[in-house]
T-cell receptor
Framework: DQQVKQNSPSLSVQEGRISILNCDYTNSMFDYFLWYKKYPAEGPTFLISISSIKDKNEDGRFTVFLNKSAKHLSLHIVPSQPGDSAVYFCAASASGSRLTFGEGTQLTVNP | EAGVTQFPSHSVIEKGQTVTLRCDPISGHDNLYWYRRVMGKEIKFLLHFVKESKQDESGMPNNRFLAERTGGTYSTLKVQPAELEDSGVYFC??????????????FGNGTRLTVT
């Protein structure tokens, strides 16, 4: 019973264009959502987060959108850069409980 | 500050053998988590320590897995006896507080365990 799903295993975009990574969840108790980025042979690193009381959070080139009614969130990267190529994990938590992660999406940004 | 450190980075063992993974969290981080990623799947929760106490061990797969955090500093995760399905990357993570808006989770680079 996977509660956080990232249905696209991979995404390829051109440098300078927008990257949109998607995440769906099933647990309506989730109230905090995070995105992590992972390079090969390294651990995931925190990227950006959003509370369920908001529908958008922006940090530089990264914006996370939350649609609670659809139980869907997305990460937008604009403009995409080759250094953004990594695996992106969506994670969720209910009331500060442990993070539940998705399977990840491999983003490749082509020069 | 030093990040989360895990040792070894790789381990190859035969089925039936024992392996012990070690994690040194960031100094001052009371919360320590173990996660596992198998075959490119999701990063799955194993357990959570607050200082030396097990706060939540609901993700531990079975009693072949034993985690300890004596003294509330570093932690070990022992697999005994190892089975083929235990292969994967084991991540340790720590945080100062389990309040994600204030204190995100910091991960180590993981231990890649291969059971043959």
């Amino acid at each position: 019973d996977q509660q956080v799903k990232q249905n696209s295993p991979s995404l390829s975009v051109q440098e300078g264009r927008i990257s949109i990574l998607n995440c769906d969840y099933t647990n309506s108790m989730f109230d905090y959502f995070l995105w992590y980025k992972k390079y090969p042979a390294e651990g995931p690193t925190f990227l950006i987060s959003i509370s369920s009381i908001k529908d958008k959070n922006e940090d530089g080139r990264f914006t996370v959108f939350l649609n609670k009614s659809a139980k869907h969130l997305s990460l937008h990267i604009v403009p995409s850069q080759p250094g953004d190529s990594a695996v992106y994990f969506c994670a969720a938590s209910a009331s500060g409980s442990r993070l539940t992660f998705g399977e990840g999406t491999q983003l490749t940004v082509n020069p | 500050e030093a990040g989360v450190t895990q040792f070894p980075s790789h381990s190859v063992i035969e089925k039936g053998q024992t392996v012990t993974l070690r994690c040194d969290p960031i100094s001052g981080h009371d919360n320590l988590y173990w996660y596992r990623r198998v075959m490119g799947k999701e990063i799955k929760f194993l357990l959570h320590f607050v200082k030396e106490s097990k706060q939540d061990e609901s993700g531990m797969p079975n009693n072949r897995f034993l985690a300890e955090r004596t003294g509330g500093t570093y932690s070990t995760l022992k697999v005994q006896p190892a089975e083929l399905e235990d292969s994967g990357v084991y991540f340790c993570a720590s945080s100062k507080q389990a309040i994600w808006g204030i204190s995100p989770l910091h991960f180590g680079n993981g231990t890649r365990l291969t059971v043959t």
